[in-house]
Each structure stands twice: as C-alpha cells, then as structure tokens.
C-alpha cells in the first residue's frame, strides 16, 4: 500500500511540477522577448485539451503504442529516481535501481516512440527520429563521460550512495566535482529537448520532427511524459550534484534553482543544426570530460 | 719431336682442354641454334665431351687396355677397366636417348610442320 | 456519388445556419463545461498562408499582439492543430490543400475565415480561379472581415472564437460530418477529378466511430 | 528416407548438449612424437558448448526445411564436430585440429550459397586461415617454450617472448572475431552465407575466438598484468586490447548504420557488439570477465535469433535490401516481435538482458578506472540505436516497397520456432539476471580462478557498485504500461482508423504509392555531415585488400614469366647460375 | 628352389615382367600385370619391414662393395620403396578400373610405367655412384616417353622440353660423377663418402655444385625448375601423377641421401639446400595464383610442396627429416588423387581450363568432393594427413628454435590457400552465367574408377587421424638417413 501510494505521488508530484516548470519556462522565455506570456497554467491546459480531444487517428496498433511504451517508460524512469533523501517517501522503486539503469531508462521511451513513429509511414516522422538519436548519439557520450566521473568520485552506481555522500554544502558534487557538473550541463539541456539543441522536435516552424503525425490524446500522452521525464531528469541531476532533498520544498527549490540555470541558457542562444549538435558535444563537452578525466584520474591532484 | 706430348700432364692438359671446348660448343649449340635436331645434336656432343674427359683422364700414356687375352695373366700397365666399362654403358645410354628425342622431333615435325624449339608454345597458356 | 442530397444551393445553407441556434452552454453540464473552457483555453493554429492575409498572422506571435496570452500559438502539422485561418483569397489550387489540411485535423477543430476574399471573394470576386465564398467547401466558424483587417481584429476573432467555444455551441466540424455530401459536391464542382483522397468521407459515412 | 536423414540431422545437431550432459572422464589420443590429445570438458568451454548447445539445433531447424540436402547436413556436422573438439581440447594441437575442421567446413558450407561471390568466400577462407596459421605459429612458440603442447600457464618465460606469444595468440583470435582492420571478411561472409548459416557464423563461430581471447590471459603467470604491467586499475596489455575491441565496435557501428543490406548491417553489428566483448576482456576483472561472458551469452541468443528472423523474411519476400522492404508488421507480426526484442537486446536497453551485459562492462570500466575506454564505448552504443532502429522501422514500418512485400506471409514454421523460443529466453534472461550469473557465468569465473559475481535473488544483478532487479524493474514498467493503456481508454473521444497507408501529414500534399515515402536506406545518411562519421565512413580497408591481390598477382606474374620461356632459356639460367655459385664459392675459398 | 626375399626383386621383378610384356599381350593380363606387380612388391616390402628395422639389408650384386654393385635397404629406402609401389598399384588401379584413354592401356604404356617404377626403386636402393646414373636415366628416358605418349602437339612438345631439360641434367650428374671417379677412384657412395673429405676444396665446390645442379633440375628445385609446370600441361593428367608422385621423390631421395653421405657435416649444404628449399616453396606457391589450367596449378603446387620437403630435409634433424618422409608419403598420395580427379574433369570437360570448370562441382559430386579433401590435405588442413606431417616439420623447427621456416611455410601454406580455394569456388560456382553446361561434354565414368580414388582419401583420412601407425617407420628412415657414420660403416665394414 505504502509502495502504491508512494508511486502515485511520485507520479502526480512530477507531473504537477513538469507542467508549472514549463509554464513558468513559457513565461519566463516571454518576458525575456518583452511580452507578456501565457498563464503559469498554460501547459495544464495544452495537455488537458489534447488529452480531451474527441478525435484521434491512429495508423494501427504500434502507432498506438508507441505513446503508451514512451508513458511507461517516464513513470518507470520517474519511480526509479529516488526524489528525496533520508525519507521513507516518493522513493519508488530506487533501491532496485542505480544510475546507469537510469540514464538508459531515460531513453526507452523515446525508442518506443521511435517505433509508433516509424509505424505512422510519416518520413518527416522518421526523419524526426533520425535527427533525436544522432543527438543522442552525441550527447549521451560527455553525460555519461560526466556521470561516470561522480560514479568513480564515489565508487558507486547507487543514486542513494551517491546522495548520501553530500552531508553538506560543501560536499556538494557540484562543488567537489565541479568539472563533472560542467561536462554535463550542456548535454543535460540537450537532453531536455531545449534550446538550442532543440532541433529534432523543431516546434513551429519546420514540417518535422517524431511527433508530425500525432494528434489528439495520444499527443496529450506524449505531453505529459514529456514534463514527468524532465523531471525525473532534473530530480537525477539535483539527486547527483546537489545533494538531494530532504523535503519537497527543498527538493523544488533546488530542482528549481537547477531549471533556471538550464533555462536561461536555453533562452540566450539560437537553435543549431543536428550535425552541429553533435559535433559541438564530440568537441566542447567531451574535451572537457576528457581533461576532466586526465585531471582526476591519471593525475589526480588528491594523491 | 712430340714427345714431351706424351707427358701424362700435358696430355691430360690436352685432353681437359679439347674436352671442356667439345663441352662448351655442345653448350653453345643447345643454348643458341633454334632447329630441334641441331639441339639434339649439341646434346650429344656435350655428353660425348663428358666421355671423352673421363676416358681419357683415366687412362695414362702406355697402358693398355683392360683386357686378360693374349697370355696376359696380370692387371700390370692395363688402363682402369672401370671408366671404360662405365662410358660404354653411358654410350649405349646416350644413344637410347638421343634416339628417343629424335624419334620425338621427326614425330613432332610431322604433325605441325615446326622444328623450331622456341616456336614449342602449345603449352604457354596462362 | 454524393448521396443523401436533400436540399440544393442557398437551402442547406438556411438549414445549416438554422440548426444551430438556440443551443446555449447553460444546457452544458459541469464537465463539459470544463472540457470546453480548456480548450478554449489552448488553441494551436496550423501554420498555413493561403494569401496575403499570412501576413497579418505572423505578428500575432510577436512581443507586440503576443497571441500566447491567449494560450494561441502554432502548430507544424494539422494532426496537433485546432484552428485553421484560411488568411486571405483561395486559389482553386490551394483549396485542394486547405480541404485536406482541415480533414487532417483532429476534431473538435474549428475554422476562421481571415479577410473579405476568404468571406465572399472580395476584389477577386470575378476571378477565374479564386474561390469566392469558403464557407461552401469547408464549415466557418468565425469571419474576421476586413481588407486586410489588422492583428488586432484577428484578436479579436479568435476571442470571440473561444466565447463560442466556451460556451458549447457545435462547432464547423460537426456542419461539415452532417452535411458532407454538400460539401463534397461543392468542392467537386470546383476540383472536378483533382479532388483530395475520401478517407473523411468514408469514415464520415462508415458511422465515424471508434 | 530423406525424413530420416532430416530426423538424423536434428540429432546431430543435438550432439553438443548431449557432450554437455554426459560428457565424463578426460579423454587422450595419441598423435605421434609424443604430441597426445586431450580432451575434457571445463567450466570455461562448458560455457561455450552451452552456447553452441542451444544455437546449434536452433539454426539446424530451419536448415531442414525445404528439399534435402545431404552435403550441407554433413558439413554442418563436421562443424559441430570440429568445434566440439576445439572447446573440450585441453591442448593445443586438438584446439587447432577443432579451429581448422570449423573453418573449412564453414567455408564449404558457405559456398552452397547461391550469393557467394568468389571475393567473398576467398576473404572468408583466407583471413580465417592467416588466423589459423598466426594461431599456428604461437603455438609453435609456446612449444618452443615449453616443449609441450598442453594448455596452461607458461612456467617462465621472458617479457619480450611473452609478448610476441601474446600478439600471435591475440593477432589469431582477432581476425577471427573480425576486429578492425581485419574485419573485412566479416561483412561478406555473413552477407553472402545461405541465410540459416549466416545465424550460425555471427552467433556461434564468432564466439570461438572469444573463447581463445578468454583462455589468452591465462597462458602468462600473471594474466594479462604481466605483460605490460598496469595501467590506473587494470592491465596494461588489456589497455590496448580494450582500444582496439572499442574503436572496432566505434567504426563497425557507423559502417553499420550506412549500410543498406540486412545481412551486412547485423553483419557490421555483430562485429561491433564482439568488440565489446573484447573490451571487457582487455579488462580482465572478474567483473569485466562477468560481463563479456554475459555479453557473449546475450549476442548469442540475439544475433541467432535476429538472423533467424531475417532469413524467414528474405525467405518469404526474396528481398533483402531496406529500400525493398517495408510495413511487414501487419504480415508478419511474430518476425516483428522477434526483431523487436532483438534490437532492444542488441542496444543493451533494460529490461532486456543486453543491459546486464553492458553493465557489469561499464561498471568494470569504471572500477578499472578506464574513464575514456568507458566513453568511448558509450559513443558506439548510443550510435548502435541509429542501426537498431533503421533495422526495425525499415523493413516492418513505413511502406511496403515491393509487391513481394505487399503479399508476404509469416515464415514456416522451422523459422517461427526457434524465434520464440529464442524470445523466451531472452525475456527470461532479462528478468532474471541473477540467475545467468549464478547459473552459467559464476562456475566460468571459478573455473577461470576469479572471483565469483553472486547474485542475491535470482532477479538481481549485484556488483559492488550497486546493482539492480529485473523482476523489479520488469514489473514496474509492465503496470506502469498497462494502467498507462487502461486510463487512455477511460478518456472519452473516439480513436480513427487512419483511411490509408497514404494518410499522411504532408504538407496538404497527397502522397501515393509513388511517392518515395520509406526513408529507409537513406537513413543515417545525413550522418555524413558530422565530421568524424564521415571521415569513419570514407575510409575502408577494401582497397588496401584490393592492393594487396593486386601486388602479390603482379608478383606472381613477374615470377610466371620465368616459367613461361623455352627450354634454353633455362638451361642458360641454369648454366649462368651454375657459374655464378662456382665463381663466388672458389673466390670464397680462395679468400 | 626357394625364392629368397632380397631387395634384387624390387629391380628384378619388374624388369622382367616389363621385357616379357608381348606374352601379356597375348595373354590379355597387360593390365593385371601392371596392377599386380606393384602389389607383390608392396607386399614383399611391407613383409621385409621388421627385416629392415633389425638391420638394414645389403645385398651384394657379385662383387662386394666397394668394387662390385650393391643394394642398400635401409629403413628410409623401405618407406620409399612401400610408397613407390603403392603409388604404382594406385595408378595400374586407375587405369585399369576407368574408361582410360587407349594410349595408356597398351604395351608401350605398361613398359614404360614398369620401367619408372624400376627406375627410381634402383635410385633408391642402389649403393653405387654409377649404377645411379644408370637407373636415373632409365626413369628419365621412360618418364619422356610416358610424356610424349598420347602424341599429339602438347604431348610432343613436352616429351621434347623434358628429354632435352633432362639430358642436360644427367649430363651435369655424369660429369659430376667422372670428377668423383677421378678424384677418387672409388664408386661406391660408401667409399666415396670416407674419401670425400680428401678431395681438395675446389673441386668439392665444383663437385658438389654439378650435383646441385643435375639433381637440382630433376627433383624439380627453384632456379632450375622452370620446366615443370610445362611438362605436367602437356602430359596426360595420370602420368604427371606419376612425375609429381614418384619420380620427384626418388630425386629428392637421391639428392638427400647423396648429401647426407658424402657431407661428414652438413652444415655445408644445409644453408644451400634450405635456401633453395625456401625459395622454391614461395615463388612456385606465388606463381601457382595465376594459374589458369588445372594441370600447370597442380604443377606449381607440387613445387611448392617440393620446396617445403627440401627445407624440412635441408635442415637434417631428426624430426624434421621424419615430418619430410612422412610428407612426401602424403604428398605422392595427395597428387595422385587431385591428377586423378583431374584425369576424370578432362575426360568429362574435355578442358581443365578454369573457365571451363564452373560447377562441375554439381556436375561431378564425387570426383569434386575427393578434390576438396585432397585439397585439404595439401594444404595441411586437419584432419588429414598433411596436417600431421607440416606438424611434425614445424615441430621440429620450433623445438631448434628456428622460426624463419616456419614463418615461411605459414606464409606458403596461405598463398597455396588462396589458389587451392580459388579453384574449389570455382568448381562450386552457382552462378549459371559462367557454367559451361554441355559444351565439350565427354562420357560419364562409371562408379568403379572412384575405388582407389576412394582408397587414396580413406588413406589420407586415415593417417591424419592414426598417425602412430606409420610414426616408428618414419623416425626409423630419418634415423638411417641421418646416420652417416652407421651406414659407412656397414657397408665398408662388410668390404672388410
């Protein structure tokens, strides 16, 4: 009972979160271009409509679920991410998890997708997917290069083991491992589908991207695995670098703290092509990591 | 007058000489003449050279040859019987070949016209 | 081809007109009334220039007119839009699009006709390829008049779009499944055999459902 | 009477799980000089007779299928026969007589094929060979050592000749895993073997050199440690050999990606998942061992079950190309499902046990602190999720390209059943994790002198870094799945059957049949414009190949032409050689 | 009377039965005969086996050594002497039992055979310089008529290139000998050998190199076996099964046997010999890739088997030595088979052209099939014989610590492959574009002619699984041809 109550609130946690986070990104995107911007609510009621159309077409079983494959994979990721520290609660499945399971959980669900995508015979679908796995390609090298930088810190894969050795401030991964918060910021916003590696989904203004053929409730499901993963994401990265949460107001704010860093650098620089992504990553971050791993481990300065 | 030619050095020198030139114009007839029977021919002489060197480098001046006849009871002043022996049976040896090759040649000559031994590329094929 | 042909020319239109008055959203219970102030609430324009009226929907996005106040914003493709503009004169050619463009988008989906052209033909009134009245070939459910009319009439289209949204009166889309064989036969009396695929109005006339 | 033979083959192919049920005492045969055959089996080849014990009957059913074929039924035995005697060989002479038998049988079997090109089958023959005879002569140098054939560790021996003992060994065992840049036969091989067989190359031939690279280490008094020393956490010779297993499985991952044949993309795959295999065993931890075994078990069953899968479709379209196929997901459901777990098993994704592998691989990267290794090899799995996908969307989504396509059926069943069994036992697996390492990788890591992994529950996969639990995580997402599906059906709204294939968002556009709308071959082409991809996919080790047949036929021509002049000419060479070698040895002794 | 069982028979018997051959004919037993012979002495040499291996047979032709003419049976000649004539009931057996072509049944033919295997048994047995020369040139003269048989261009072209390439040869061997005689004195190989040493160094240079020379041409070394490939294209497939099978090998025989008697340390000849040995090994596997007729690829792959036989022999340790004898066993066993099969494809095809070749795989299972193992085994490929000869030869390097040669022969065995396998996908081409079908198409055998084909791969399989069985015999023949100072001993010491 405790497990399920436990999961549910995980579950609604980080999809109450997901949704005012992106609201909150819409406005904050808005004032930044001097308007006004839509209500803080604004992607509770896109989601909502969506998920209330009357109308969906499908393109036959896979293409139907591919949304369910992806939703279960942003819950699965969304349990397995332990939210807070110290506590009984919004634990999920944590223990019988580690980091690396995370990080590939992360991208079950976009596969899954991938497949409905390809179900739908949409080339600009695929040529969607195409475009997110060659980005994948690139960033998840300097992300996991930067994870398994904190993984050898603390010898372990363990998300709590990992959580349970920043007691303080100061021990902060952030602050001790500052090289590997720096490799995999950039990847981490990428990861997030945001500016400026936003270019597979390409919102508004190119025919393309996984989600062209998708309409209605299924687009609604897709929606809202979208803000759950974010979170989990957020929670992962709040969980390795800054000490975790004892509580959810701590765990918000710091969550929060984190999406406004990636956020403001979202907004300040304009979207690059896929190739450019990726060899971006292959260059800036993984020569950090590269360094990093030089510094810390062939030359460790500790030793 | 010749005599000094009877000095065994000096014959044998004789003998090496005439010999090996037999040997070298047998050589040169095989590498360089073109019609099978000429080449054939070189053969012979070559062999014959080797003949020649071996019986007569066996044989010094003055001995006679290896024959118990005449009341000649002792091997004394006979020639090495064994190199003699040895040549004819390489004579008869050498003729059966060359008879063989020729045999070939007149054959080989029949059916295509052709005695030419560098003109032989039936078998050139790769 | 198109059967169920009652009524002919200015007759369906009156009937059309007709059957949806006097429906009101205080007939609508409280969860439809949910349902309906939400999607009011989030409408996505499909991003598709028909005329020159394209011009006077772009700044609608900008800081200036900042239409994502209203929770209005574009969409790539007609499967993720709710509205479509038909902005400005139609060319026969571009009816073929229009028409395939708006059988692509998921109910419930409305239709807001931008600029006198779009309405009834305006200065292209007597022209050989233009089409004069959009509302017999797909259903509108908002005029904006005007030539052109500016940003803020289209403003003020849409919100009058939502009101009637909020309030639960049928929408274009359910004109268009009722009457389809009239509308089919218009839009064929145009396109002749260029017409766009009949997966709507198969799936209009298999029953619609599931 | 050809029932017979078929029911007589499928014993046969039984041969190697009945060896791996009764085998019993060692057995010896006398060679000659001394040199005896041994053969036994241990932990360490149990392993792999496990492995050719489940592949080899499932590749011989769908051999059985259509008319008989008596040759090809005797050679596949003679394969199993000849890689039985390599994994019981408890010296080197029977471990080369088994590798041998296996590599011209397979050869013979793979000339059957109606496709196989003399180019291919000569690159077959001779890098298999050239691996057999670099095989050949570290033997020979281990026999000069030792002055015996057994296998086992090497008394005394020093650096310089362990090291040159240890490339020839290795040299031999890499070619036959198809490592860069000896990997040219790989592609052209599996590409043009009969369908069936290609399963039998990828899954099981493959694994014999990995079982050479196992015992490798254990040739030296301190493993791979004492050659080079170490280096951070591990050892210094694996350092290299991990380099190479990762930039093969880097390179074959993109050449997997540009290709546009099936065969040859699980072909280039199978080299890239081989050469994680590699890696783990540069490694050289018991965690690391723990995972390329892992790894090697899991590519077994998946590059079985996938070829399997896609030689029932080229068997039912007679197409092989991704452009010629297309939307055989509604014709043949079960071969879809059959991919399906099979890429997810390939990419390593959870819950699949591909993950476990790769796994217990990163986290002995990270225990050997091989940081770089660790990234580099994450760059091609991340790159593998391009190949896996183009291999499922391109034949089964999208559009049928093809009228084979459009009409195709579900494969007989000799295909359909080792397919399922097949994704049986991988999803099983992949439940529990615990139970392959308590199972099958544990008693080969005692048996290798290792420590053993252990597993707690038959679910969990446990290291000391942290581990995780299939059941877990197999449940979590199969509830979150189906309360996910449960509530999108409680939402009121209707679902529509698209009208078409041709239904498509497309710009107000109306594609048809024509329209070229499957973007299947092209895909992955667009990587092109990332630098280091298309410097990868510009270069190719073809022509050096090429070059080479190119120079040794030159050679051969130029030496040719001596044997083509007349007879004079070669009495006058004789004659001038004669004079030449007098000349010197008188000069020689004169001085 | 009772027949005593000496070497003399190995000689006698054939002669006789060769020179007798018009009551044969008569009699309609040619054929027979020709199988039957060879049989009798390979009984009679396998009976003798535990003779020999008490101690090497002597047999004095009526005069004892060193001036009279003797026969030496010791263990190696024994091996040659078994492999001889099984090779010649192999080859009576093929004639006899296949559709054979007409010139190869008559008298001439049996003769002639006869002769060869007289020839080189007396090679192989004799002790006596000369006596040498003259069973050289009686293989010699029956091996260029056997190869001008069938009398047509190609068969004249190459029975001429081989007599005259051969004369030449025997002209330098008798030159060789009328040097020795002269220096001294003697005849016999014994007594040479103990005297050899007292020839001033010159001449043993000029000796040994005319030696080198006229031996080097018949067994077929680098610099002088140009003429080979040639001779094997223009003779009938089944008599170069005897070139490659017999004749070869008693010339190698001979050349050993020679070198390790005369040279008290061969040292010496040992960098010569290997080198030649090397060379010919890689330059005939080379050239042997571009071949495009059957006949002249087995060619230049004899060679290079030939090249691998003297490098394992120029090295003269025991092992090596016995790997050799065992080699050449397998290798006279291995040609025979792949002349055979080829003598059956040119019946068939009437070609051996590769061109004309694809698919007869699917066409001619079995003789394809006996090929591929024939292949096989040439190439050292387990589990047949020639595995376990190249074993037992790179054993015996890699136990002297000396690994040029068996990089070398690595490396030969690789190129041999590349050809070898050439051919077989050749023989299994699928593609029908390419196959010939019916063009030139000849009879189709009969299933008898498959037997000793058949027994030759049972053999091959057989050795390569049993290897024991043959082990003693070998070790026992490298021990005799390795022992200088036992055989000097024996011989000259019955002299005393």
Redesign the interface.
């Known amino acids: 009972m405790h497990v399920i109550l436990d999961a549910l609130a995980m579950i609604g946690l980080s999809y109450v979160m997901g949704f005012l986070f992106y609201g909150f990104y819409r406005q904050f995107s808005a004032r930044v271009q001097r308007r006004w911007g839509p209500s803080i609510w604004q992607n509770f009621f896109d989601n909502m409509k969506f998920?209330?159309?009357?109308?969906?077409?499908?393109?036959?079983p896979?293409f139907?679920?591919g949304p369910?494959?992806i939703?279960?994979?942003a819950?699965?990721t969304v349990?397995?991410v332990p939210f807070l520290k110290d506590s009984d609660w919004l634990q999920g499945?944590s223990h019988?998890?580690?980091?690396?399971?995370i990080v590939?959980?992360l991208?079950?669900g976009p596969?899954g997708n991938?497949?409905a995508v390809?179900?739908?015979?949409?080339?600009?679908g695929?040529?969607g997917?195409?475009?997110g796995?060659?980005r994948?390609?690139?960033l998840?090298?300097?992300f996991?290069?930067g994870l398994?930088?904190v993984?050898?810190q603390h010898?372990?894969?363990?998300v709590h083991?990992i959580m349970a050795a920043q007691d303080g401030i100061a021990q902060w991964n952030l602050f001790t491992n500052p090289i590997a918060f720096m490799v995999i910021l950039l990847p981490f916003i990428a990861s997030q589908n945001a500016s400026p590696f936003d270019v597979v989904g390409a919102p508004v203004e190119v025919?393309a991207g996984p989600r062209?053929?998708f309409g209605?409730?299924l687009l609604g499901?897709l929606m809202t695995q979208n803000m759950m993963m974010t979170i989990a994401k957020l929670v992962l990265v709040v969980d390795l670098f800054m000490g975790g949460a004892t509580n959810i107001f701590i765990l918000i704010a710091k969550a929060f703290s984190l999406f406004l860093l990636t956020a403001a650098i979202s907004l300040a620089f304009p979207r690059l092509k896929?190739?450019q992504t990726?060899?971006f990553f292959?260059k800036v971050p993984?020569g950090l990591?590269?360094l990093g791993?030089v510094a810390t481990?062939?030359f460790p300065w500790g030793a | 007058m010749l005599e000094f030619l009877d000095s065994p050095g000096v014959l044998q020198g004789i003998y090496i000489t005439g010999s090996l030139t037999l040997f070298f114009i047998g050589?040169y007839g095989?590498?360089?003449k073109r019609h099978l029977l000429k080449?054939l021919i070189s053969l012979a002489v070559m062999e014959m050279s080797v003949y020649l060197l071996f019986v007569g480098l066996a044989t010094s001046p003055g001995e006679t040859a290896p024959i118990l006849a005449d009341g000649l009871a002792t091997f004394t002043g006979m020639a090495d019987p064994v190199p003699q022996a040895l040549t004819l049976t390489a004579i008869v040896i050498g003729m059966a070949v060359l008879a063989l090759g020729v045999s070939l040649a007149v054959q080989y000559h029949r059916l295509t016209g052709n005695a030419d031994?560098?003109a032989?590329s039936e078998l050139?094929d790769? | 081809m198109y059967h169920n042909n009652h009524c002919e020319g200015f007759q369906c239109e009156q009937r059309m007109l007709e059957a949806s008055l006097g429906e009101e959203g205080g007939e609508l219970g409280v969860l439809d009334r949910l349902v309906a102030w939400m999607r009011q609430r989030s409408l996505f324009v499909l991003a598709?220039g028909t005329g020159c009226g394209a011009i006077e929907m772009r700044p609608l996005m900008t800081s200036r007119f900042d239409a994502e106040r209203f929770g209005i914003i574009g969409a790539a493709?007609?499967?993720q839009a709710d509205v479509l503009v038909i902005s400005g004169y139609l060319a026969v050619k571009t009816l073929?699009?229009?028409i395939?463009?708006y059988e692509?988008m998921q109910e419930p989906k409305y239709v807001i006709a931008l600029g006198s052209c779009a309405i009834n033909g305006g200065m292209y009134w007597d022209s050989y390829n233009t089409i004069k009245q959009v509302d017999h070939y797909i259903p509108v459910d908002m005029y904006v008049t005007g030539c052109m009319p500016r940003p803020e009439a289209l403003i003020e289209g849409f919100a009058a779009l939502q009101e009637k949204i909020k309030r639960g009166e049928p929408g274009g889309f359910q004109r268009y499944r009722e009457n389809i064989d009239w509308y089919k036969g218009n839009q064929r009396r145009v396109l002749g055999d260029n017409m766009?695929?009949?997966?709507?109005y198969?799936?209009y006339h298999a029953g619609?459902?599931? | 009477m050809s029932l017979i033979v078929k029911m007589l083959f499928l014993a046969v192919s039984l041969s190697p799980a009945l060896t791996l049920l009764v085998w019993g005492d060692a057995v010896a045969w006398?060679?000659?000089?001394g040199?005896e055959l041994t053969f036994d089996l241990n932990p360490v080849s149990g392993f792999f007779m496990l492995l050719l014990a489940l592949g080899a009957p499932l590749v011989a059913l769908p051999m059985l299928r259509g008319a008989h074929e008596g040759?090809a039924y005797g050679l596949y035995a003679l394969l199993l026969l000849g890689m039985q005697l390599l994994l019981l060989a408890g010296d080197f002479?029977g471990f080369?007589?088994g590798w041998?038998?296996m590599?011209?049988s397979s050869?013979?079997l793979l000339?059957?094929?109606?496709r196989?090109d003399?180019e291919g089958?000569?690159s077959y023959?001779?890098f298999n060979?050239?691996s057999a005879?670099l095989l050949?002569?570290g033997i020979?140098?281990f026999?000069?050592l030792t002055?015996d054939f057994r296998i086992e560790a090497l008394a005394s021996a020093g650096p310089a000749e362990q090291l040159i003992l240890a490339a020839l060994f290795g040299g031999a065992f890499l070619i036959k895993v198809g490592t860069l840049p000896l990997h040219i036969w790989v592609p052209r091989a599996y590409d043009q073997a009969p369908d069936t067989f290609s399963a039998f190359l990828s899954a099981l031939m493959s694994k014999m050199g990995i079982y050479g690279l196992v015992l490798l280490p254990t040739l030296f008094p301190q493993g791979l440690a004492g050659l080079l020393g170490s280096l951070?956490n591990g050892p210094a010779a694996g350092y290299i050999l991990a380099w190479i297993g990762v930039i093969t499985s880097i390179i074959a991952t993109f050449k997997a990606i540009s290709q546009e044949d099936m065969k040859r993309l699980l072909a280039y795959s199978s080299i890239a998942q081989v050469g994680y295999i590699t890696t783990a065993i540069g490694v050289g931890s018991s965690l690391a061992l723990g995972g390329a075994l892992f790894q090697a078990l899991v590519h077994t069953l998946v590059k079985l079950l996938l070829f399997i899968t896609f030689a029932g479709i080229i068997l039912q379209t007679g197409q092989r190309r991704f452009n010629d196929l297309g939307?055989l997901?509604?014709r043949m459901p079960i071969a879809f499902f059959a991919v399906?777990i099979g890429i997810i098993g390939l990419?390593?994704?959870?819950p699949l046990p591909g993950?476990a592998a790769?796994?217990l691989i990163?986290?002995a990267l990270?225990d050997a602190?091989w940081?770089?290794l660790?990234?580099a090899m994450?760059?091609s799995s991340?790159?593998a999720?391009?190949y896996?996908?183009k291999l499922?969307?391109a034949p089964?989504?999208?559009?049928a390209n093809s009228p084979e396509a459009k009409a195709a059926t579900e494969a007989p069943w000799p295909y359909l059943v080792p397919q399922v069994m097949l994704m049986g036992l991988l999803v099983l697996l992949g439940i529990f994790p615990g139970l392959a390492i308590e199972l099958v990788i544990d008693p080969v890591l005692i048996g290798l002198g290792m420590a053993a992994l252990g597993a707690p529950s038959p679910g969990?996969l446990a290291?000391a870094?942290?581990?995780?639990?299939g059941v877990?995580?197999m449940s979590?997402?199969g509830s979150?799945?189906m309360?996910?599906?449960g509530l999108?059906f409680l939402?009121?709204?209707?679902?529509?059957?698209?009208?078409?294939?041709?239904?498509?968002?497309?710009?107000?556009?109306?594609p048809t049949a024509e329209t070229?709308?499957?973007?299947g071959a092209g895909?992955?082409r667009?990587?092109r414009?990332?630098?280091?991809v298309d410097w990868i996919l510009s270069r190719t080790t073809t022509r050096f190949q090429a070059g080479l047949t190119r120079q040794?036929?030159a050679?051969?021509?130029l030496?040719?032409g001596?044997?083509?002049?007349?007879?004079?000419?070669?009495?006058?060479?004789?004659?001038l050689?004669?004079a030449v070698?007098?000349t010197l040895?008188?000069l020689a002794?004169?001085l | 009377m009772e027949l005593q069982l000496t070497p003399v028979w190995f000689i006698a018997l054939p002669l006789l039965v060769a020179f007798a051959s018009p009551l044969w004919v008569r009699l309609q037993l040619l054929m027979p005969l020709l199988f039957a012979v060879p049989l009798l002495l390979l009984v009679l040499a396998i009976s003798l086996v535990p003779v020999v291996r008490a101690a090497p047979l002597l047999e004095t032709i009526v005069i004892a050594p060193p001036l009279g003419i003797h026969l030496h049976l010791d263990a190696a000649a024994l091996v040659m002497l078994i492999l001889f004539n099984l090779a010649g009931a192999l080859m009576a057996a093929f004639l006899w039992l296949g559709d054979t072509e007409p010139y190869l049944r008559g008298r001439q033919p049996f003769i002639l055979i006869m002769l060869l295997i007289t020839g080189c048994t007396g090679m192989v047995l004799t002790g006596d310089l000369f006596n040498l020369y003259v069973f050289l040139e009686i293989a010699g003269v029956s091996a260029y008529a056997l190869s001008a048989l069938r009398r047509d261009r190609g068969a004249l072209e190459a029975g001429l290139?081989y007599l005259?390439?051969g004369s030449?040869a025997a002209v330098?061997f008798l030159f060789a000998v009328v040097l020795i005689y002269l220096q001294t004195g003697q005849l016999n190989m014994a007594a040479v050998a103990s005297d050899f040493a007292g020839i001033p160094?010159?001449m043993q240079?000029?000796i040994g190199?005319?030696l080198l020379?006229g031996l080097g041409?018949k067994a077929e070394l680098f610099?002088?076996n140009?003429?080979?490939?040639?001779i094997y294209r223009g003779s009938d497939p089944a008599t170069a099964a005897l070139f490659s099978g017999i004749l070869v090998k008693a010339f190698i025989f001979v050349l050993f046997h020679l070198v390790f008697l005369l040279l008290a340390d061969p040292d010496v000849a040992r960098a010569w010999l290997m080198g030649l040995g090397a060379l010919t090994m890689l330059?005939a596997e080379?050239?042997?890739?571009?071949q495009q007729d059957l006949r002249r690829m087995l060619a230049y792959s004899s060679l290079g088997q030939v090249g691998l036989i003297v490098l394992a022999l120029g090295f003269a340790s025991e092992?090596t030595t016995?790997g050799a004898l065992f080699h050449m066993v397998n290798h006279t066993l291995v040609k025979l088979l792949l002349f055979f099969v080829a003598a059956l494809m040119l019946r068939r095809v009437l070609s051996l052209r590769l061109g004309d070749l694809h698919g007869i795989g699917h066409r001619m299972?079995v003789a394809t099939?006996l090929f591929?193992l024939g292949s096989?085994a040439v190439?050292g490929?387990?589990?047949l014989s020639g595995?376990?000869s190249k074993?037992?030869i790179?054993?015996g390097?890699?136990?002297a610590?000396l690994?040029w040669p068996?990089?070398l022969i690595?490396?030969a065995?690789?190129?041999e492959?590349?050809y070898y396998?050439?051919w077989?996908?050749?023989f299994?081409d699928?593609?029908p574009a390419k196959a010939h079908p019916g063009i030139m198409a000849g009879p189709v055998q009969g299933a008898p002619v498959y037997l000793p084909l058949l027994l030759i791969g049972g053999l091959l399989l057989l050795f390569g699984v049993a290897?024991?069985l043959?082990?003693v015999s070998f070790?026992e023949g490298a021990q005799s041809l390795l022992a200088r100072e036992a055989t000097l001993e024996q011989v000259l010491g019955a002299r005393l």
């Open positions: 998920l209330l159309k009357s109308e969906t077409l499908s393109h036959g896979m139907f679920f369910m494959i939703a279960a994979g819950i699965t349990l397995f499945f019988s998890g580690n980091l690396i399971l590939y959980l991208v079950v596969l991938a497949l390809g179900s739908s015979g949409n080339p600009f695929v040529m997917v195409t475009r796995l060659t994948l390609m690139g998840e090298v300097p996991f290069l398994a930088l993984m050898l010898e372990t894969t363990s083991a025919y062209v053929e209605g409730r499901v896929t190739e990726v060899d292959w993984l990591g590269v791993v481990v062939w | 050589l095989l590498l360089a080449v031994i560098r032989m050139k790769s | 598709y493709t007609p499967r073929k699009r229009v395939r463009s692509q766009p695929p009949d997966y709507t198969d799936w619609g459902t599931a | 006398p060679l000659l000089g040199i040759p002479i080369f007589v041998e038998i590599t011209w050869y013979l000339l059957r094929s109606e196989s003399l089958a000569q023959i001779l060979l050239a005879f050949l002569a020979l140098g026999y000069s002055g951070l939307h997901i509604d399906l990419a390593g994704m959870p993950f790769k796994y990163f986290v990270i602190r940081l770089l660790l990234a994450l760059l991340t790159a999720f391009i896996c996908y499922i969307y089964f989504l999208g559009h969990e290291t870094y942290g581990g995780y639990d877990v995580l979590v997402f979150a799945f309360i996910v599906t999108f939402l009121r709204g209707r679902m529509r059957r698209a009208g078409s294939a041709y239904d498509l968002s497309f710009a107000g556009e109306v070229p709308l499957h973007y895909m992955g667009e990587l414009r990332i630098p280091l040794s036929l050679a051969s021509g030496l040719g001596l044997y083509r002049r007349d007879p004079q000419t070669w009495i006058l060479l004789a004659v050689l004669f070698a007098l040895m008188l002794g004169g | 290139k005259i390439i030449v330098f160094a010159p240079a000029l190199l005319l020379v041409i610099p002088f140009f003429w080979v490939p040639d330059v080379l050239v042997a890739l571009r092992a016995a299972p099939g591929v096989l190439l490929l387990p589990p595995f376990i074993l037992w790179l054993k390097f890699a136990a610590q690994f068996i990089a690595l490396l065995a690789l190129i492959a590349a396998f050439r077989i996908k050749v299994y699928t593609d290897p024991f043959l082990e070790v």
